[in-house]
């Protein structure tokens, strides 16, 4: 199975700063044919379920604010909030959909210093 | 609106079986892969088992294999996971998701889950 592991397990930033997640996997995660990454970063609340907030490593889902952007190929990965707001106070966990089981990291947990 | 909304979770001994379901609703349920996942309380977020449109290909992670079975009514617009020879570690809260994917000329590639329930919580004790 593909290993997702995330860094750091925590980290606290002050409103409108940047907040850097990063996701290493085991194997790449890079899809010959089209030439994407199947890695994926979603967002988790307290009490409510993940959402989706990027796909294919840099694709923003619809509606998700442009401060979050992800980058990366291969196996090394990057989701950055380039202003902390405090509704993005939340987990952040890496999922890779290249195959299956499609395995997620430990997650990351984003706090307001 | 566009929902999942899981039931049949319950306080079950080890050993025991549970048969979870998921309610679509706001889409055409034939049309989408289906997944399930589950998150012990405090902790990440862990894959369990999907199911293709038309059930002809399911999936599961290790731990559950011979275990649990996913199915699916399509004519219900309902998703299932049979839970059976349960065991402490299976304590969790289930969510079920939808996959989102796109079509080329190479084939149909999924990217992510959507839509997601608010899960129906799983306690073996």
């Known amino acids: 199975d593909f290993v997702m592991t995330q860094s750091p397990d925590s980290l606290a930033v002050s409103l409108g700063a940047r907040a850097t997640i990063n996701c290493k996997s085991s194997?790449?995660?890079?899809?010959?044919?089209?030439?994407?990454?199947?890695l994926t970063w979603y967002q988790q609340k307290p009490g409510q379920p993940p959402k989706l907030l990027i796909y294919?490593?840099?694709t923003r889902e619809s509606g998700v604010p442009d401060r979050f952007s992800g980058s990366g190929s291969g196996t090394d990965f990057t989701l950055t909030i380039s202003s902390l707001q405090a509704e993005d106070v939340a987990v952040y966990y890496c999922q890779q959909y290249y195959t299956t089981p499609k395995t997620f990291g430990q997650g990351t947990k984003v706090e307001i210093k | 609106e566009v929902q999942l909304v899981e039931s049949g979770g319950g306080l079950v001994q080890p050993g025991g079986s549970l048969r979870l379901s998921c309610a679509a609703s706001?889409?055409?349920?034939?049309?989408?892969?289906l997944t399930w996942v589950r998150q012990a309380a405090g902790k990440g977020l862990e894959w369990v088992a999907n199911?293709?449109?038309?059930?002809?290909?399911?999936y599961y992670v290790d731990s559950v294999k011979g275990r649990f079975t996913i199915s699916r009514d399509n004519a219900k617009n309902s998703l299932y996971l049979q839970m059976n020879s349960l065991r402490v570690e299976d304590t969790a809260l289930y969510y079920c998701?939808?996959?989102?994917?796109?079509?080329?000329?190479?084939?149909?590639?999924?990217?992510?889950?959507?839509?997601w329930g608010q899960g129906t919580t799983v306690t073996v004790s």
């Open positions: 194997q790449s995660v890079l899809y010959s044919s089209n030439n994407k990454n199947y």
């Open positions: 294919w490593a840099s």
């Open positions: 998701a939808r996959d989102v994917g796109y079509s080329d000329s190479s084939g149909f590639h999924r990217y992510g889950m959507d839509v």
């Open positions: 706001g889409f055409t349920f034939s049309s989408y892969w």
């Open positions: 199911i293709k449109q038309d059930g002809s290909e399911k």
